[in-house]
């Protein structure tokens, strides 16, 4: 097998510096931390590790910025968007290499990222110049005139995962940069590469010193409870557990800051008899498999009818089973390595756990040889419902099939959850596909369809999946304010 460029230091040319009002600086405390590669467990990169202090002076830079980038025209911000999603597409293999070495995704899947990532720019670019079109109107007594006017909420605090490291940052920096926020980015330690080699580009395509601040950091909670707690931050954007999204909200609520969370997810994936075993197969491969299966939207569960449920096992075992686990530098990998040990050591214990009680393993349920943090693509049968896999995100290659046999009673088990992120379904009844789809409690349905995301749609959850909405026509809500002026209705002055 071909590894491609392993050796090769692929972030060689990221500054691994705080980005602080326009400036790259070093952590006050000059510590550093180590960024690892999921594929060998050898250290690519040091990058300084930010302090309490540090986080404070970005959150100063931001204060400071924000009157004047709230003030710049909207086609100015849209056409800074405008060149850096156009700079990042002209950087796709150079950033695709940075996140497989830091996060361990196949080089194809990195480069499907970069564009994802990027379209978000695009798309924010294009919304930052249509903010406008508040209410005009008289109330409805006749007596007062009121304008409803779309102001930026202010600094933001955006706290991104290690999943997706640059997607999920242009999710977030692209609606706040386009509504004329200014931002302090929180990347995930383990991927903090690809967040600055972008903060890298949009000080090159003309983004105002201050407007786009980041700290990487070791120690998240030093430095984010006080910023929180502080009173500067007016929104706070954070992607990743639901455990961490409910301190997090604890840690808001005294300045009242508003919040975005996109959090945890426990997908049903349910297969109907009347499915099309060829759509659901393709689909189930992409919603389990993409991304190693670290995917707040990867299939968690899968409900199968009985009548199907042998031939689409075996189906998808053939095909998860023929997938090739490998560095996602190398030629033809499917599968990269998990994100560090212990997420796969978690791995593992769930599959244990859920043969323990009686489900049949029809592929993988191991781990191969040699370094990094691997995990074989895994089908698993006969899933017994209170098996800790059903109610845990699984975060990897693992497939865990229930079957069912009353249509009721599977919409009932899919929503027995405290999570509603997404849901699929397999159905070629139309009425069949349209009553589940609103009978499932989540945020978003895949109807006879493996992937949902899309910069263009809103994408969030209910329940303890999260607060708001991230992409669409309601994106760049998440980061204004509908401010009222009223003028009363009055004869004009004589003369
Ligand atoms: P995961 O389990 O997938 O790593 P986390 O929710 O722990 O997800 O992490 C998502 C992001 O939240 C990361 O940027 C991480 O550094 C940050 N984070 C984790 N704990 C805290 C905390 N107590 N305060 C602020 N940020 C945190």
């Given at each position: 097998?071909?590894?491609l460029?392993d050796?090769v230091d692929?972030?060689?040319d990221v500054?691994?510096?705080?980005?602080?009002g326009?400036r790259?600086?070093d952590?006050?405390?000059?510590?550093?931390?180590?960024v690892?590669?999921?594929?060998?467990?050898?250290?690519?990169?040091?990058v300084?590790?930010a302090t309490?202090?540090d986080g404070?002076?970005?959150?100063?830079?931001?204060v400071?910025?924000?009157?004047s980038?709230?003030?710049?025209?909207?086609?100015a911000r849209?056409?800074?968007?405008?060149?850096a999603?156009e700079?990042?597409?002209?950087?796709?293999d150079r950033?695709a290499?940075i996140m497989?070495?830091?996060?361990?995704?196949?080089?194809?899947e990195?480069?499907g990222?970069?564009?994802?990532?990027?379209?978000?720019l695009?798309?924010?670019?294009?919304?930052?110049v249509r903010i406008?079109?508040g209410d005009?109107?008289r109330?409805p007594?006749g007596?007062?005139r009121?304008?409803?006017?779309r102001?930026p909420?202010?600094?933001?605090?955006l706290?991104?995962?290690?999943?997706?490291?640059?997607a999920m940052?242009?999710?977030?920096?692209?609606?706040a940069?386009a509504?004329?926020?200014t931002v302090?980015?929180?990347?995930?330690?383990?991927?903090?590469?690809?967040s600055?080699?972008?903060?890298?580009i949009?000080?090159?395509?003309g983004?105002?010193d201050?407007?786009?601040?980041?700290?990487?950091t070791s120690?998240?909670?030093?430095?984010?409870?006080?910023?929180?707690r502080?009173?500067?931050?007016?929104?706070?954007?954070f992607?990743g557990?639901?455990?961490?999204?409910r301190i997090l909200l604890?840690?808001?609520?005294?300045?009242?800051?508003?919040?975005?969370m996109e959090?945890?997810?426990?997908?049903?994936?349910?297969?109907?008899?009347?499915?099309d075993?060829?759509v659901?197969?393709?689909?189930?491969?992409q919603?389990k498999m993409?991304?190693?299966g670290e995917a707040c939207t990867?299939?968690n569960?899968?409900?199968?009818?009985?009548?199907?449920?042998?031939?689409?096992a075996?189906?998808?075992?053939?095909?998860?089973g023929?997938?090739?686990?490998?560095p996602g530098?190398?030629?033809?990998?499917?599968?990269?390595?998990?994100?560090d040990g212990p997420s796969r050591?978690k791995?593992?214990n769930?599959?244990?756990?859920?043969?323990?009680?009686?489900?049949?393993?029809?592929v993988?349920?191991?781990a191969?040889?040699g370094p990094g943090?691997?995990?074989?693509?895994t089908?698993?049968?006969?899933?017994?419902?209170?098996?800790a896999l059903?109610?845990?995100?699984?975060f990897?290659?693992?497939a865990?099939i229930?079957?069912?046999?009353?249509?009721?009673?599977?919409?009932a088990a899919a929503?027995?959850?405290?999570?509603?992120?997404?849901?699929?379904?397999?159905?070629q009844?139309?009425d069949?596909a349209?009553?589940?789809?609103?009978?499932?409690?989540v945020g978003?349905?895949?109807?006879?369809a493996?992937?949902v995301?899309?910069p263009a749609t809103?994408?969030?959850g209910?329940k303890?999946?999260?607060?708001?909405r991230?992409?669409?026509r309601?994106?760049?809500?998440?980061?204004?304010e509908h401010k009222?002026?009223?003028l009363?209705?009055?004869?004009?002055?004589?003369?």
């Open positions: 097998m071909t590894v460029d050796r692929v972030a060689a500054t691994p510096l705080l980005l602080i326009g790259w600086v952590s006050g405390d000059g510590a550093t931390m180590p690892e590669n999921p594929a060998t467990g050898e250290v690519i990169r040091e300084a590790d309490a202090a404070r002076a970005a959150l100063d830079a931001a400071a910025a924000q009157r980038w709230a003030a710049t025209p909207a086609r849209s056409d800074i968007l405008r060149r999603y700079r990042v597409i002209a950087d796709t950033l290499a497989t070495a830091e996060m361990g995704k196949p080089l194809a990195a480069k990222e970069v564009a994802y990532a990027a379209e978000f695009r798309w924010f670019a294009e919304e930052a406008g079109g005009f109107t109330t007594d007596a007062n009121a304008m409803v006017v102001q909420v202010g600094p933001c605090l706290i991104t995962p290690w999943n997706f490291p640059l940052g242009t999710r977030k920096i692209g609606p940069l509504a004329g926020c302090v980015l929180k990347p995930a330690p383990q991927t903090p590469l690809a600055l080699a972008l903060a890298q949009f000080t090159e395509v983004l105002p201050g407007v786009l601040n980041v700290v990487t120690r998240a909670q030093e430095v984010v409870e006080p910023l929180l502080g009173g500067d931050v007016r929104k706070l954007s992607t557990s639901t455990a961490v999204g604890e840690q808001a609520a005294p300045a009242v800051v508003r919040t975005s959090l945890g997810g426990n997908a049903p994936f349910i297969v109907f008899a009347d499915a075993l060829d659901a197969v393709d689909s189930a491969v919603a993409r991304n190693m990867a299939a569960r899968f409900f199968v009818h009985e009548s199907v449920a042998e031939r689409f075996g189906r998808l075992a053939q095909r998860l023929s997938m090739v686990v490998a530098t190398a030629e033809g990998a499917q599968v990269g390595p998990l994100i050591e791995v593992a769930l599959v244990s756990d859920a043969v323990v009680r009686g489900a049949k393993v029809l993988g349920g191991d191969p040889e943090y691997f995990y074989n693509p089908v698993l049968t006969n899933v017994h419902p209170d098996s059903t109610r845990t995100e699984i990897g290659p693992v865990a229930q079957t069912f046999t009353d249509s009721d009673d599977v919409i929503n027995d959850t405290e999570w509603g992120l997404v849901g699929y379904v397999f159905t009844d139309i069949r349209m009553a589940v789809s609103e009978a499932l409690e978003m349905v895949g109807l006879n493996g992937v995301s899309n809103p994408f969030g209910i303890q999946s999260g607060l708001g991230e992409g669409g309601v994106g760049i809500d998440e980061f204004l009222l002026v009223v009363p209705v009055r004869p004009p002055r004589e003369g």
